[in-house]
């Protein structure tokens, strides 16, 4: 499939990059599953999809991608959107999906999960992290540490906490605010974590591989 792919898009002058973030593709390839593909003669349920991947370890994450302090931090959507302006405007580094085309629908007042990363180099820092396709940002809790996934199988341990009861909870609690928005949430990169504005934003979406 990956030849076929590259093919095409070789032919269009379009560079293929390997990455998860086809948030549309998979949304689309989930609508299908059940009028679609469970309706094929060749269906076989409990079948292995074909875009199974295994998870790796998580690896060291690399100087340049590293940040001197970290929060979680929540957003209203309203006050996430005036963000997502700002990327679009190409006024900061980030990017963000279109939640209309996802269908997303969530109140202004919704609050999103978040993480802020604070470093004195905070518009290098938003460069770096800008060449990867982020596609989630996930606590591990046995670790105790934060799991930044990118592309189709890159994973970094991407900061560490204490462990003890509290920040347990509150890691916990992150995760069910990120469940609880379906799977968006985001990552700020700024000078400090008391900054109003943001040197990069990236607006993310946690999905689950399709299941063909």
Partial sequence: MKTIVSKACNELGIRPVPSKRCLSLIRWLEERYEPVYMRHPGFQEGAKALLTL????????????????????????????????????????????????????LSDDTLIPGVAIASSRAMGLAAWTNALEITSIDVDRQRACLILSAGVSKRWIYAFYRKNRQTDQEAEAWEAAKKACGGLHFLAIQESLDSDSCDGFWLILDMPNPPV
Avoid: R, T
Wanted: proline residues 8%.
């Fill in 54 to 105: 295994e998870q790796s370890s998580p690896l060291e994450l690399p100087d340049n991608l590293c940040g001197e302090k970290w929060a979680f931090v929540q957003l209203p959507l309203a006050a996430v959107q005036e963000e997502m302006a700002i990327v679009q405007e190409e006024s900061c580094f980030g990017s963000v999906p279109d939640l209309d085309i996802l269908g997303i629908s």
